[in-house]
């Protein structure tokens, strides 16, 4: 897509709007709405958890803990005194976490674009790092770089999710978006219309990375209304 220029500002209310000016030298501009939805964004509605015992470090197990007598609702984002950390993803050493087998994610964390994605827990537990194979949990990636968790009962006594007390950094003073009306004006100059781009989805794919590089939650969709014909300068 050749030329292309954009402006983002953000407004409060309930829905994202989306304005694509198209022009050319010798047409009138075609507008095209496209209507943005958010849904609930787990990386603004989370429940903060922050229990040192839960650390890789931490190999105190007077008082075992299991994570299965808890009644976990909702998300959660991991932190060590204060400190944003993230599950380990790779294998624990028995004992620790406070239990007597530490819970770890097998697999890479996603990235910011991937949204919400599902992650294998495994329990390490007689020299076997994945001997308990517990219940999946679901992860994803926020902007301000930390993580939200939905954790699940495991599936047996004792274990319990570790927070890797190595990735421990201070949190990032990122103010939250609200539910917002986002504003876009794009202008590409190559095309009389939409229908003259490589193809919609490509031009949509785009827009998104966009929105997404300004800012936007990554859990929205875009989608055509209409379009309507503007003389130029109005």
């Known amino acids: ?85 993230r599950m380990p993803e790779s294998c624990v050493t028995m004992l620790m976490c406070g239990t007597h087998a530490p819970l770890w994610i097998n697999g890479a964390h996603p990235q910011l674009q991937d949204g919400v994605v599902t992650r294998q827990i495994c329990g390490h537990w007689n020299n076997d790092c994945c001997y308990f194979r517990s ?19 495991p599936s047996s006594c004792m274990l319990a999710y570790c927070a890797d007390a190595a990735t421990a950094q201070e ?19 190559s095309a009389n219309n939409l229908e003259q781009l490589p193809s919609r989805e490509a031009f949509l794919n785009e827009l998104k990375e966009v929105l997404i590089r300004k800012g936007l939650p990554s859990n929205f969709t875009l989608h055509l209304n209409k379009v309507s014909k503007w003389i130029d300068g109005n």
């Open 171 to 189: 949190p990032m003073n990122i103010q939250p978006l609200p539910e917002h009306v986002v504003a876009l004006r794009m202008r590409v100059s």
């Open 1 to 85: 897509m050749d030329n292309l220029a954009t402006e983002v500002t953000t407004q409060t209310g309930t829905e994202v709007m989306t304005q694509t000016d198209v022009t050319t030298s010798t047409a009138a501009p075609t507008y095209q709405s496209l209507a943005i939805s958010s849904g609930s964004d787990p990386c603004y509605s989370y429940t903060v958890l922050d229990e040192p015992w839960r650390a890789t470090n931490y190999s105190d197990i007077t008082n075992v803990r299991c994570d299965q007598y808890v009644s976990w609702v909702g998300w959660y984002r991991l932190k060590y005194y204060g400190q944003d950390v």
């Open 135 to 153: 219940n999946p949990i679901r992860v994803k990636t926020c902007p301000g770089n930390f993580y939200v968790y939905e954790f699940v009962r």
